[in-house]
């Protein structure tokens, strides 16, 4: 029974997370390489591999140890970084009819031609980019108040952003845990 | 108490097993077959033929006979490969909704889940004699590379044939399951899958009851019957000279050539030469013709050479992304009959600087793994968390597969797949790129989500186009389908917060959701898959 408990209290611990890196997910230390993941893992993987617990769990509390190892599956994925997981700046500038759209002014454009959503790498200045990008890379060690710090410097430099806003609103409320 | 049948639902040939407490029992046919061809025929006296009976219609009815419905199921009609593979079949196939294959014999449309529904209740109807009991629950095997609209598409075709389909699980995975279970080592293996119509490689980590797959690469298009098809273009190459007809526009003419080579292959994998005649040929005027042939092992090698470097090169591919080098594998295995091509063996030898394990059954394999999983997941194989030794289904001395009589140290656990994603998956974002959310060989089931916004002031809908694909470009990617949320508050661009949230399940089907986080109503759109069945997830 008690380990039935076990796997709900770690699978509500791990979708409580709002912003959080995937050091923190895996429960291991900041910057640890791809054995260390791994071993986190497959102890997750005996915890909670949700095949493990089709007959014992409640359809509502599969669910939830579901979406638990699966953001875990995702943050071993990142550390593993096979492919990177945070794709290098795409050269926006260079799209001629996109080129309003990063303005740093943050003018209104033109209509554009399709409704596609646009990336973080799209929703402020590149200058704020620049910040937000090492702020990822705070997160990505587990540095909580780097990643704030990197966070106020992009929308020093892109006030405009909400984007921004409450990407700083998202890490302050996870340091305040 | 419930039986779960595993099924290995082939291109060519199906396997059906279930677990019992003594072992793996494979599933027979009506005359006491081990493997039920995937062939359904439709014969103009009436009624659905299946499997051994339905093969013998391929030269009366060629028309009638549908085979491979593998190699079109969930796919779409319009992808290039399809096109291709189109041309190596003799029933007539239509582009129905949502773009998906329809197979038309007389006035009969047929959607190709439907085609392989009749393939797995020949299978469950075999199994419920057998067993005299009914059946309702399967895991079926699919190829790791197969697609988000493939897999829907094969889970479509389960419930079809009534099936409660538990669990879908990849091919390569199946084998090594059937291969490691209960050896509680901790090992790297490679399992080399290469069957009648497709081509996969795994390289997984066995690691007590895990079995984490490191990575997986396939080619879908690419198994026995290019081979065969290499090796009847040369009969027909021959026959022009020989008999001075083409035999290549005639349909039931090349069928036989096809069938001819089929046996040809199989001969030379334990002799140096073929030689004999085919007889029997219909010719064009009436005649009936005879095809003498003589061909060595080398000669078929040599014909055959550059789908095995294909092979190869995808091996060397798989075991790159998975970061092992060949000498860390401790067992090659192979799966599909088509590994039984000495030069096949001979490839993987020299590759992996190992000879590749024979003692399990290429054609059986898989579904004993499916059957295993099975009993797991209906719980039939464990007693509470530890399995007791007299209940294990494959403890080393009961294994289905011939290896070593080394009892375990310990009672098996419940064995755990992890399985991967098989592509790379990526939503179209302003400026003809893309934006990856998922990456393939990502551990499944995962679920990542990121964060959007608008691009201009007071857009009000959003379309969210996903791909999938390893290329930077959105239109050089396979395209899976559009989402749309529409209705959004106007708002200034980059004011709005749209989550996109993509999930892989255990199955390997995507679940795609995205939801406006801002304007408090918080509305979703789910994806629909081209290629898929039309109108369930």
């Keep these: 029974m008690s380990a039935r408990i076990d796997v709900l209290l ?52 599969l669910e939830l140890v579901t979406t638990a190892y699966a953001r875990a599956a995702a943050a071993y994925q990142e550390i593993r970084g096979r492919t990177p997981t945070v794709p290098p700046p795409r050269p926006v500038t260079v799209q001629p009819n996109r080129r309003e759209t990063i303005s740093p002014t943050g003018s209104p454009t033109g209509p554009t031609s399709d409704g596609s959503p646009i990336t973080h790498a799209q929703a402020m200045s590149s200058k704020a980019l620049i910040y937000y990008r090492k702020a990822e890379l705070c997160l990505r060690r587990g540095d909580l108040s780097g990643a704030v710090l990197q966070l106020k410097m992009a929308i020093a430099s892109d006030p405009r952003s909400a984007f921004l806003r409450s990407a700083l609103s998202e890490v302050m409320a996870e340091v305040g845990k | ?220 298009f690419l198994g026995g019957d290019d081979l065969d098809r290499a ?121 992996f600087g190992r000879e590749p394990n024979i003692s399990i059954n290429p054609d059986e394999v898989v579904a004993q793994g499916a059957a295993i999983q099975a009993g797991s997941l209906t719980g039939t194989l464990t007693a509470g968390t530890g399995m007791g030794a007299h209940d294990a289904v494959a403890t080393a001395a009961h294994s289905p597969l011939t290896h070593g009589a080394r009892p375990p140290p310990i009672p098996p656990r419940r064995p755990v797949l992890m399985d991967v994603n098989p592509a790379t998956l990526a939503i179209h974002t302003a400026g003809g790129y893309i934006e990856r959310l998922l990456d393939k060989n990502a551990p499944i089931p995962i679920e990542r989500t990121r964060i959007f916004t608008t691009s201009r002031d007071n857009q009000t809908r959003v379309e969210i186009d996903c791909c999938r694909g390893e290329k930077r470009r959105y239109a050089e990617n396979e395209p899976l389908g559009t989402l749309l949320l529409d209705g959004l508050a106007p708002r200034p661009r980059g004011d709005l917060k749209i989550e996109v949230q993509f999930r892989v399940d255990a199955d390997g089907i995507l679940h795609v959701r995205a939801s406006d986080q801002t304007s408090g109503q918080r509305q979703e759109a789910h994806l629909q898959v081209f290629g898929a069945p039309v109108g369930k997830p």
């Design chain 2, 231 to 351: 090796l009847a273009e040369s009969l027909a190459a021959e026959c022009q000279r020989t008999l001075e007809v083409d035999p290549r526009p005639h349909a039931a003419l090349m069928m036989k050539l096809m069938m001819g080579a089929e046996a040809i292959k199989i001969h030379l994998s334990d002799n140096d030469a073929a030689e004999g005649e085919i007889e029997g040929l219909d010719l064009p005027g009436g005649r009936v013709g005879v095809l003498p042939f003589a061909l060595t092992r080398d000669q078929f090698e040599e014909l055959i050479a550059g789908y095995v470097q294909r092979t190869i090169d995808v091996t060397r591919q798989v075991l790159n992304a998975a970061g092992i080098q060949p000498h860390q594998v401790a067992e090659v295995l192979c799966v599909g009959g088509s590994t039984r091509i000495p030069i096949v063996r001979r490839r993987l030898a020299e590759l």
């Design chain 2, 1 to 220: 108490m419930a039986v779960a049948l595993g099924i290995d639902l082939g291109t060519t040939n199906s396997v059906a097993a279930i677990a019992t407490p003594t072992g793996v029992e494979l599933i027979l046919g009506p005359r006491g077959e081990r493997v039920h061809p995937s062939v359904v025929a439709f014969p103009a006296s009436g009624g659905v033929v299946v499997g051994a009976d339905a093969k013998r219609y391929r030269l009366s009815e060629t028309a009638h006979v549908v085979h491979s419905a593998k190699r079109f199921i969930g796919q779409n009609m319009r992808a290039p490969l399809v096109q291709l593979a189109l041309t190596g079949v003799r029933y007539k196939v239509i582009e129905g909704p949502n773009q998906q294959p329809i197979v038309s014999i007389r006035d009969r449309r047929m959607t190709m889940p439907e085609i392989s529904s009749h393939v797995l209740l020949h299978l469950k109807r075999a199994a419920e004699r057998q067993l005299g009991t009914q059946v309702k629950d399967a895991v079926v095997t699919v190829p790791a590379n197969f697609t988000d609209a493939q897999r829907q598409a094969t889970r479509e075709a389960g419930r079809l044939a009534g099936l409660d389909v538990m669990r879908l699980i990849n091919e390569p995975t199946a084998a090594a399951l059937a291969y490691g279970f209960g050896r509680d080592t901790d090992e790297v293996v490679a399992v080399f899958d290469f069957g009648g119509g497709t081509f996969d490689v795994s390289i997984l980590r066995i690691h007590g009851e895990l079995f984490e797959v490191l990575a997986s690469e396939g080619d879908f």
């Design chain 1, 10 to 61: 770690w699978a509500q611990r791990v979708v409580g997370r709002k912003v959080s890196s995937p050091y923190l997910l895996l429960d291991i230390p900041p910057g640890s390489d791809a054995n260390v993941a791994q071993d986190a893992f497959h102890k997750i993987a005996r915890m909670a591999h949700p095949d493990l617990h089709r007959n014992g769990l409640t359809p509502d509390e």
